[in-house]
């Protein structure tokens, strides 16, 4: 239940929850509603933003919902969705509200171990500054995509160049006009909806540019790209360098066999390359799987922190929404049975993925309750995978687990591997080391 006490001596507003999800996108909403509608438990939802809802809101094209796939939802009908069945159900939804950091900071001793303190969180908020503290709190913060600073691009720094998130919050939020002629950096599922956003801004993509062999979506969406946009693709290059002074002017290519070609444009979106939206996770001493960046959670969305639960694209990046909300409803079980029983993540066993596979989640399996609740693993490769490979799951050179991947796998695509292997993992194997993924040809 909420709980409202008085100002504090510091000036800071003194609250407690039973329950505080971060991030109103599809997964925490999902998480809330599930939450909520079990009766008895005080779910509060805060959200930066001034609407919650998430990364759908901004994607104004019907890709969204799966319950009738003839009838897609836009994504502000999907965030609406997630937000009304969050506050049916009963869940408290405050926007516009930043969880800033860790009272206690994180943890004194290691993370793992019986349940300490509640856990309490410092927000801000147009209303002042509060102390929200939990039995449990849920990281749903999202993911983002690297600007291009961080993807060390050489050249002048002009206006015009953007990520994905960037460009749709300047067309659907700010409507400032772009330029008159874009280059897409990318060519996965979200590089095509920014070739749409562009289009429908009335702005002319020039070409697509990807260093892979191929490009990373479906044969139809790649086609329609191409015949109903006139948008090239161009495979084996990079970005060599940015030119122009005040506005971007054009954009140099590498072609992989070294050759160099310069397109003139004043528009570039730089797209992918995801980096989950960590920082929080991170000031509470929540341990990070070093391949994907994210939270390192368990089956059960566990982190190492007792009470700390983290879902939705956090852990990785991206996938689809339906992916993040189905996350936050499967998690409201593993949640609720740490209010009751305070169950503490144990001793986990480290669950990793060798070349040319990139990450792995769930990154941690506890062998006392090695649920996988999602029913399996979603990774990615960093190259392609050829038909009939195999991904082989084993320990300490023993196999535990094959499974054939009768079409080959793409890099920035979902990659599935069932957790039906994962009872084999016992804890008395203490020493037996990780959990290794690895492909065979
Ligand atoms: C261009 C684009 C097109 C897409 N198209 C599709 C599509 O057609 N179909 C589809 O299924 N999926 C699509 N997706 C993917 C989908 O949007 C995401 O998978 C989904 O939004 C992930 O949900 P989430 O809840 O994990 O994170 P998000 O939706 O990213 O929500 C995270 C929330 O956390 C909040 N937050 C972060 N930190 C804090 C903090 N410290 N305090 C308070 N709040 C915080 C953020 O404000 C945000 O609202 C698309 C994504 C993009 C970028």
Request: glycine share 12%; proline share 8%.
């Amino acid at each position: 239940m909420t709980r409202e006490q008085p100002v504090s001596p510091t000036g800071r507003r003194e609250r407690a929850v039973d329950v505080l999800v971060v991030g109103a996108g599809p997964a925490g909403l999902a998480l809330a509603s599930r939450l909520a509608a079990a009766g008895g438990v005080g779910v509060e939802v805060v959200d930066r933003e001034d609407e919650p809802g998430g990364v759908p809101r901004y994607c104004l094209h019907a890709g969204f919902g799966t319950r009738d796939p003839r009838r897609p939802m836009t994504g502000p009908a999907y965030a609406l969705h997630w937000a009304d069945a969050a506050v049916r159900a009963g869940a408290t939804l405050r926007t516009g509200v930043t969880v800033t950091g860790w009272s206690d900071g994180p943890p004194k001793g290691p993370p793992t171990g019986p349940p300490t303190d509640p856990l309490a969180v410092d927000v801000t908020s147009p209303a002042g500054l509060e102390r929200i503290t939990a039995r449990a709190v849920v990281l749903a913060t999202g993911a983002r995509e690297r600007p291009r600073s961080a993807r060390l691009v050489p050249g002048t720094r002009p206006a015009g160049v953007f990520t994905t998130g960037e460009l749709q919050r300047t067309v659907r939020l700010r409507h400032r006009a772009l330029g008159r002629r874009a280059l897409v950096v990318g060519a996965e599922s979200v590089s095509y909806s920014a070739v749409r956003i562009l289009r429908e801004a009335g702005v002319e993509v020039v070409a697509m540019v990807t260093e892979l062999p191929h490009h990373q979506v479906s044969p139809v969406t790649a086609l329609d790209a191409r015949l109903r946009h006139g948008v090239p693709l161009l495979v084996g290059t990079r970005v060599g360098e940015l030119l122009g002074r005040g506005r971007l002017s054009g954009v140099v290519l590498r072609r992989a066999d070294g050759r160099s070609t310069t397109v003139a444009c004043d528009t570039v979106v730089f797209t992918g390359d995801w980096i989950p939206d960590h920082e929080l996770a991170r000031l509470g001493g929540v341990t990070l799987d070093r391949a994907t960046r994210g939270p390192a959670v368990d089956g059960s969305f566990r982190t190492d922190r007792a009470g700390v639960f983290a879902v939705g694209n956090l852990l990785r990046g991206i996938e689809p929404a339906g992916t993040a909300a189905r996350e936050g409803l499967l998690a409201a079980a593993p949640v609720l049975r740490h209010l009751t029983d305070g169950a503490a993540p144990a001793a986990r066993v480290p669950v990793q993925v060798e070349a040319p596979l990139r990450w792995i989640t769930p990154s941690r399996l506890d062998p006392a309750d090695p649920r996988v609740a999602t029913g399996g693993f979603i990774l990615r490769t960093e190259s392609g995978l050829a038909p009939w490979s195999s991904l082989v799951v084993s320990r300490a050179g023993t196999e535990l687990h094959r499974q054939r991947l009768v079409l080959g796998a793409t890099p920035n695509r979902t990659l599935r591997l069932s957790a039906a292997w994962t009872t084999r993992v016992r804890a008395e194997d203490r020493d037996a080391g990780p959990v290794t993924v690895s492909v065979e040809h």
